[in-house]
């Protein structure tokens, strides 16, 4: 967002230290600048940082008396609060984390929203201060917010008369984290002031791809008279030059084979990563001048399980991937070593070069499986540190506030593989979604009874469809079934796919 604007405007026009210029950050970005720019109020130290996962770890060890004990307090943590008997006794839990956090001149990252609504509510001062710096705002995305980003925005807002927000209901699939679409769809009973603008025209996907998503949506929309205008017509443009249906249709015979179908379609759309492509017939070689490339090309899935069967068959093709979630980047395993590591070796070279070391001497002390999730960790942290140049503090607090698709790199060429969250905001000219079927979509553990309100994983299939720009690829499991969503789409718009076959002997190309 921030290259977006500065692209449209003069350097100068976004903030800057000084606090100049027109700020672009995320809830909890803004949360934190007001705590450390209004620390004395907060009753907090002026250097409070938030706790990296070095940080959290030695405070919950304290609280929990040993690492492991405190690695699961930091798992219950982070998992949606259950109303069950052991709810009080994680309150109490968090509450003598945050102690042990603030003897360090640390902040919990979840708490950091709350702790600025209390700043604005006890200083009413700031509040209008803050009011008058920000006489205008914008939130994108608003369909997404919690009750705690509600009330924090109400309080800057005022009246709302330079209050502008944007987003569709159709795409809230939060509700998990304590998202709420309830504040999006009040918006004019807390504004009665405001002017609703309906921006129906959809300029990134191809007709077929928006008449099939607004149909698959159609059965649980929150947006009345739900209507998108496809502005890009069929065969022109980008359209022509990514081969096939707008929309196919795949059934597998398990979840290996729907892995080895996806890997061959995608070998075929680029025109063949390999001789033995274009040799076994995988792919054709007509289409090796294709302006597609592997970063054009996304895989989406519902939850990370069904990531090994993907990452393998797209690994036997020979296709390089890139993988990402929606969890935070301090969970992932590797990375709490790496922030260790990096915080107790000398400062040296920029924060990229700095983390290329700390991989190196980590994996020379670990064993196989330690040293892979090192590795794997390193790559998914470098394009995030080359972005943060010499300073190792920023590089830190984003991998605290950020999510794993934050880390990843646009530039990479490589096949992007993403849970149907992480995909929310991006968009590719082809789309695969693996695992439209029972089960899955809409999500079901096994054991639990069928969920009464299924609005919102209908929601996230609506998302993982409007993410393709030229082509979404379905695809389910036999023994499984279509998922109940897919029977809204209407079959004349779903284009079977078939099976490649390898050419008999006699066609085999020779070399002589």
Request: proline share 6%; net charge negative.
């Amino acid at each position: 967002m921030r290259d977006r604007l500065g692209a449209l405007s003069a350097p100068s026009a976004l903030d800057g230290p000084g606090g100049a210029g027109f700020a672009v950050t995320t809830f909890h970005g803004l949360a934190l600048r007001l705590l450390t720019e209004h620390h004395q109020q907060a009753g907090l130290p002026a250097d409070v940082k938030v706790a990296d996962m070095v940080g959290a770890s030695a405070a919950a060890t304290r609280v929990a008396g040993s690492e492991r004990d405190g690695d699961r307090l930091l798992a219950a943590l982070a998992a949606p609060d259950r109303d069950d008997a052991k709810r009080e006794e994680l309150q109490a839990s968090r509450a003598a984390f945050r102690a042990e956090l603030a003897k360090d001149g640390l902040l919990d990252v979840d708490e950091l929203i709350g702790r600025a609504r209390q700043l604005l509510t006890d200083h009413p001062d700031l509040t209008t201060a803050l009011r008058e710096r920000w006489p205008r705002i914008s939130v994108d995305e608003y369909q997404d917010v919690d009750e705690q980003q509600y009330e924090l925005l109400r309080l800057l807002a005022g009246a709302g008369g330079g209050l502008t927000v944007i987003g569709d209901p159709d795409q809230a699939i939060y509700g998990f984290r304590g998202a709420d679409v309830g504040f999006f769809l009040r918006f004019g009973t807390d504004y009665p002031g405001a002017r609703t603008v309906y921006l129906i025209r959809n300029y990134r996907s191809s007709p077929a791809v928006v008449s099939a998503a607004v149909q698959a949506i159609a059965p649980a929309t929150l947006v009345p008279g739900r209507k998108l205008d496809p502005a890009r017509r069929p065969g022109r443009g980008a359209d022509a030059a990514v081969p096939g249906p707008a929309v196919t249709l795949h059934e597998a015979a398990s979840e290996q084979a729907e892995g080895t179908w996806i890997a061959t379609e995608i070998d075929r759309l680029i025109g063949g990563s390999s001789f033995h492509s274009l040799d076994s017939g995988r792919a054709d070689s007509r289409q090796r001048h294709t302006t597609l490339g592997l970063s054009d090309i996304a895989v989406l899935y519902r939850t990370d399980a069904q990531t090994g069967p993907l990452l393998q068959a797209l690994n036997r093709a020979g296709l390089p991937a890139q993988k990402g979630s929606h969890d935070r980047l301090g969970r992932r395993p590797g990375v709490r070593d790496l922030a260790r590591e990096l915080r107790l070796a000398a400062p040296g070279e920029d924060v990229a070069g700095q983390l290329r070391a700390a991989v190196g001497r980590l994996t020379a002390l670990t064993g196989r499986a330690e040293a892979v999730d090192i590795l794997t960790a390193g790559e998914v942290l470098a394009p995030l540190a080359r972005r943060c140049g010499d300073d190792l503090e920023l590089f830190l607090t984003e991998i605290s506030l950020g999510a794993e698709a934050d880390a990843q790199d646009p530039r990479a060429d490589a096949v992007t593989l993403l849970t149907l969250y992480a995909a929310k905001g991006l968009e590719f000219e082809v789309v695969f979604i693996a695992g439209c079927e029972r089960g899955l979509l809409p999500l079901r553990w096994p054991g639990d009874a069928p969920a009464a309100d299924t609005s919102e994983e209908r929601r996230l299939l609506f998302v993982g469809m409007t993410r393709a720009r030229s082509r979404l690829l379905l695809s389910y499991t036999a023994p499984r079934g279509p998922s109940p969503f897919l029977a809204a789409i209407d079959p004349a718009l779903l284009s079977r796919a078939e099976v490649a076959r390898r050419p008999p002997p006699d066609r085999q190309l020779r070399l002589l």
